[in-house]
T-cell receptor, first 110, second 114 residues
């Protein structure tokens, strides 16, 4: 079983749609969580950190459920420019490991 | 403020040669991470340096090695190159060894082994 699992997609949605991604992690010692986006052949860019209380940044909302060991990302009012691969990232305490999920591809179409 | 920089942008080597990749972190960042991303695959953690020391390494053979210099820049060395080493090598830096800090990535070095 992978330490961080994401639905690879692709998710094909029209502009204006709401789309949600989930990510599960297996290590209960996981300490901090992030969402990154990666455009084709580019480096990952930090989208947002994920806090236990949940956090929102404009059209993006991230949630963490420690009991069920998953994090989620909600994108509202999708734009064409949101098309990218979204990476779930987990930092594990103790072992000092950063683990990237394989990513979920999103295509937003006009 | 300058971001993470990496050099070279592209590197072409033949099997059996050695490759050296370089990374300069964001000013003030002491931690540097190296990742390998093969075409169409996810990021695989290679190495983590902080304050000049190797703190952790991923599941890669010993021919992948590196170091961090006193100015916190870092070098990744890959010896005895194999065809499957062809990938995008990404460097990231973070403010401190505390794991809750976000990592910021450089544009990567694309290594091609022929």
């Amino acid at each position: 079983r992978k330490e961080v699992e994401q639905d690879p997609g692709p998710f094909n949605v029209p502009e204006g749609a709401t789309v949600a991604f989930n990510c599960t992690y297996s290590n209960s010692a996981s300490q901090s969580f992030f969402w990154y986006r990666q455009d084709c052949r580019k480096e990952p860019k930090l989208l947002m950190s994920v806090y236990s209380s949940g956090n929102e940044d404009g059209r993006f909302t991230a949630q963490l459920n420690r009991a069920s060991q998953y994090i989620s990302l909600l994108i509202r009012d999708s734009k064409l420019s949101d098309s990218a691969t979204y990476l779930c990232v987990v930092n594990v305490a103790g072992g000092f490991k950063t683990i990237f999920g394989a990513g979920t591809r999103l295509f937003v179409k006009a | 403020e300058a971001g993470v920089t990496q050099s070279p942008t592209h590197l072409i080597k033949t099997r059996g040669q050695q490759a050296t990749l370089r990374c300069s972190p964001i000013s003030g960042h002491t931690s540097v991470y190296w990742y390998q991303q093969a075409l169409g695959l996810g990021l695989q953690f290679l190495l983590w340096y902080d304050e000049g020391e190797e703190r952790n390494r991923g599941n890669f053979p010993p021919r992948f090695s590196g170091r961090q210099f006193p100015n916190y820049s870092s070098e990744l060395n890959v010896n005895a190159l194999e065809l499957e080493d062809s990938a995008l090598y990404l460097c990231a830096s973070s403010l401190h060894r505390v794991m809750s800090y976000e990592q910021y990535f450089g544009p990567g070095t694309r290594l091609t082994v022929t």
